[in-house]
């Protein structure tokens, strides 16, 4: 079973940066994709991000450019660096981990945006 953690979420005003930092723990299998989900009140969860275990990013077109999608395999940890936030980008932030095994999501971290 993999247990996932978010952590880093805030208060940022506009233009400003924010590190959210997911930690996997648990029987986590080596080739897997770990991605970053947002979801605002009164919308659908939808999707930022995404990078795999030998760390290709990709990214919505709504954050490309702005964001950046990491990971740090030796310690199964995955990096979202947030910069010129927008009051738009301000969500919960999910992330999860999908392989062979299924998927497995995080319990989420506020994002709030605002001046």
């Known amino acids: 079973q993999v247990q996932l953690v978010e952590s880093g979420g805030g208060l940022v005003q506009p233009g400003g940066s924010l590190r959210l930092s997911c930690a996997a723990s648990g029987s986590i299998f080596t080739i897997n994709t770990m991605g970053w989900f947002r979801q605002a009140p009164g919308k659908q969860r939808e999707w930022v991000a995404s990078?795999?275990?030998?760390?290709?990013?990709t990214y919505a077109d709504s954050v490309k450019g702005r964001f950046a999608v990491s990971r740090d395999n030796t310690k199964n940890t995955m990096y979202l660096q947030m910069n010129s936030l927008k009051p738009e980008d301000a969500a919960v932030y999910y992330c999860?981990?999908?392989?062979?095994?299924?998927?497995?999501w995080g319990q989420g971290t506020q994002v709030t945006v605002s001046s």
């Open positions: 999860n981990l999908a392989s062979i095994r299924g998927i497995t």
């Open positions: 990078v795999t275990s030998s760390g290709v990013g």
